[in-house]
């Protein structure tokens, strides 16, 4: 009964490959998002979906693509991988109904380009 | 600029002591400040929420100050646990896009027996 829930959890890649990382949430939560943890360890949020609805899109390469199939899956398509996509992606949600609402994190997808 | 800084970068303590984590920001319009917890090769877990109004919260034996007039943010874990080991995140969210986080880089802490 995981709350946010992530595939795979490590992702091991050459260079030029195309990639996918599944991201579902159990909380029946509105929005979801997308967020890239660098080697210095910030976080920085790329996408945002509310109801399937794109509502953040950060500076982020357009080989980046988000897509939510329904409001409780966020996926992530990365195109013609590099090697300073490596990273690790968290998938979160949220509930923004209140100012202070939460966000849930899932566990994170070790991504490695070699 | 919009940003979070988090001091100390790292911190060793042994167990049973206490410690107190500090964060400073710059975001504005301001309007909360979060702390989160992040285990080794797992999500960030949220500890505490913080409004402008309010200036202290607690969650067991962590407890979170915020002088929204300094811009500045503690917080303090008591009677530290091996288990406290980890990195405490910062982050602040600004009133007119509350979608969106301001993450610090966070503060790795190490409890030794």
């Known amino acids: 009964d995981t709350a946010v829930s992530q595939t795979p959890k490590y992702l091991v890649t050459q260079m030029g490959n195309d990639k996918s990382i599944k991201c579902e949430q159990n909380?029946?939560?509105?929005?979801m998002y997308w967020y890239k943890q660098d080697s210095k360890k910030f976080l920085k949020i790329m996408f945002s979906y509310n109801n399937k609805e794109l509502i953040i899109n950060e500076t982020v390469p357009n080989r980046f693509s988000p897509k939510s199939p329904d409001k409780a899956h966020l996926n992530l398509h990365i195109n013609s991988l590099e090697l300073g996509d490596s990273a690790v992606y968290f998938c979160a949600s949220s509930q923004p109904d209140r100012a202070t609402y939460e966000q849930y994190f899932g566990p994170g997808t070790r991504l490695t380009v070699t | 600029k919009n940003q979070v800084e988090q001091s100390p970068q790292s911190l060793i303590i042994l167990e049973g002591k206490n410690c107190t984590l500090q964060?400073?920001?710059?975001?504005?319009?301001?309007?909360?400040l979060r702390w989160y917890k992040q285990d080794t090769g797992r999500g960030p877990v949220s500890l505490t929420i913080m409004t402008f109004s309010e200036n202290t919260k607690s969650n067991g034996r962590y407890t979170a100050t915020l002088d929204a007039d300094t811009k500045q943010s503690s917080l303090h874990i008591t009677a530290s646990q091996l288990s406290d080991s980890a990195s405490y995140i910062c982050v602040v969210s600004r009133m007119d896009s509350s979608y969106k986080l301001i993450f610090g880089s966070g503060t790795r802490l190490l409890v030794r027996p």
């Open positions: 909380l029946g939560h509105d929005t």
């Open positions: 964060c400073n920001y710059t975001v504005s319009p301001f309007s909360n």
